[in-house]
């Protein structure tokens, strides 16, 4: 593997159980809001992009559960058919656990390249899903919102990351 | 027991096996939920816990229309006053018109001793966001269990029928509207009084007439109304416009394209109808006209 492609590994402090938990209202929040029009085709799915992120970032402080349940939030508040997001979080928290070590190595740009094949992924299973229940294919901008998801990961990613960053020690100089 | 590992070791099952396990429970959930439409209360409990957020999301869109409404100008609230005593003026002359008619149409339901259509109470609702799932057409309103709202009323907006309502939350209810793949509405031509059933293709802004003899008397600019064959919708609240009208003789049923009348994506007020007066007996005579397959698959 060049050294181009490896990002400095970081010392960061562990991160709490309450911020992970703000993170995810948040998200949620964000996909709540009355998004139309392009927009709504445009946007990414935030509570995937944070799960995700959590899942390669603390492997251990998100489980499959909580992750589920997620999804039961999103299907009913989006009027899906119950279970299609949570079937999808599971599948995208066993991934992210799966390949944690391996993403986690690498600098940005592939880290995003896996982060759009990981949600045109869910993006399949969530088609699969609705295709077996009768409705048609809603056209390719289908997956748009998987391209702008992972274009916002290095931005997600550096803002998830500034609590854990330690705070430079005033003894020191 | 000297091979189990101590207990800093035990991490739980794998997460394949977990994978595997959240699997099995969501294909149980959506199986339920498609096929059998079994889990109404956990819709309705896990509407309670998200009504907060939602509500919360929905704030700033809430505040920046209040504010914007304060700084309406007096031009425009002058124009819009005028705009609104003509139609008033036109309303109020199409509705003595309509006064004279309905008294005299009374007489003569009474005369034939049909029953008297009763009007449908109605209840004034707001859409609060069109639900983002892409495969379906659907929005929600702010009217639910709360406002009395039950599934199945007919919904509209002041110029014709945009849906019906499907799933009801607490204060929240579905309504799926006339666009909708799935759904169904059984119409009257006005022109020419032939019964038909228009679905929805899931795609904006257009509907189709399904199984239509080729040589059925529909034109482009037909007027669509509801026949209120069903038992869902009143009979006679516009529906649709036919936009595109193709007679190809390979096939056996013509292809006849419509738009839909009322604003089914672009009004934010609606009114929810209340419950129809259940149907009486068919009187004899109406029953040879309506074929069994044109009722409404509910």
Same mark, same amino acid.
């Given at each position: ?23 995810? !209202?948040?998200?949620?929040? !964000? ?51 119950? +279970?299609? &997001? ?10 992210? !656990?799966?390949? &944690? ?12 390249? &896996? ?29 748009? +919102? ?11 990613? &550096? ?15 | ?33 498609? =096929? ?6 956990? %819709? ?21 229309? =209040? ?10 609230? %002058? ?13 109020? =002359? ?18 034939? $001793?049909?029953?008297? =259509? ?29 406002? $009395?709202?039950?599934?199945? %009323? ?27 793949? $799935? ?63 193709? %007679? ?51």
């Amino acid at each position: 593997m060049p050294a181009s492609s490896m990002s400095r590994q970081e010392l960061l402090l562990p991160v709490r159980p309450g911020f992970i938990l703000v993170t995810l !209202i948040i998200g949620l929040l !964000i996909n709540f809001l009355p998004w139309s029009g392009w927009a709504l085709w445009v946007r990414p799915d935030f509570v995937a992009l944070i799960v995700l992120y959590w899942c390669i970032e603390e492997p251990r402080k998100l489980g499959f559960f909580a992750a589920w349940c997620l999804g039961l939030l999103m299907d009913v508040s989006e009027g899906s058919l119950l +279970g299609q &997001h949570a079937l999808a979080y599971c599948i995208l928290v066993y991934i992210g !656990i799966a390949l &944690h070590r391996r993403v986690q190595r690498f600098s940005m740009a592939p880290q995003v390249m &896996h982060v759009i094949l990981l949600l045109l992924f869910i993006d399949l299973v969530t088609l699969l899903v609705r295709t077996l229940g009768g409705a048609e294919f809603p056209g390719y901008t289908y997956f748009l +919102g998987s391209f702008t998801g992972a274009a916002l990961w290095p931005v997600l990613s &550096h803002l998830l990351k500034l609590p854990q960053r330690p705070r430079p020690d005033p003894d020191r100089v | 027991m000297e091979h189990t590992p101590p207990p800093l070791f035990r991490t739980g099952s794998t997460p394949l096996a977990r994978l595997m396990i959240f699997s099995m429970l969501s294909a149980v959930v959506l199986i339920a939920d498609a =096929r059998f439409n079994h889990l109404q209360t956990l %819709r309705q409990v896990v509407a309670v816990v998200v009504y907060p957020l939602q509500k919360l999301a929905a704030a700033p869109d809430a505040i920046g229309s =209040r504010i914007s409404d304060f700084f309406v100008t007096h031009s425009a609230l %002058r124009h819009d006053n005028q705009q609104l005593t003509e139609r008033n003026l036109e309303l109020s =002359r199409s509705a003595q018109l309509t006064e004279a008619l309905r008294k005299e149409n009374i007489h003569l339901r009474g005369l034939l $001793g049909a029953r008297t =259509r009763v009007a449908a109470p109605t209840m004034a609702a707001e859409i609060i966001y069109a639900a983002r799932d892409p495969f379906s057409r659907k929005v929600m309103i702010d009217q639910g269990l709360q406002g $009395g709202i039950e599934a199945g %009323r007919p919904v509209i907006d002041h110029i014709g029928v945009i849906g019906q309502v499907t799933r009801v939350y607490p204060w929240l209810s579905e309504v799926t509207l006339i666009t909708d793949k $799935g759904h169904l509405v059984p119409v009257l031509n006005v022109r020419t009084g032939l019964r038909a059933v228009l679905s929805g293709t899931g795609d904006d802004g257009k509907l189709e007439l399904r199984f239509i003899p080729l040589t059925a008397d529909f034109l482009i600019g037909d007027q669509l109304v509801t026949s209120g064959i069903d038992g869902v919708y009143p009979p006679g609240l516009p529906v649709a416009e036919v936009t595109h009208v193709e %007679r190809n003789t390979e096939y056996l049923f013509a292809s006849i394209a419509c738009k839909p009348i009322a604003g089914v994506h672009a009004h934010a007020q609606v009114l929810v109808l209340g419950p129809l007066p259940v149907l009486p007996e068919r009187p004899q005579d109406d029953a040879k006209d309506v074929p069994q397959k044109k009722r409404k698959r509910l």
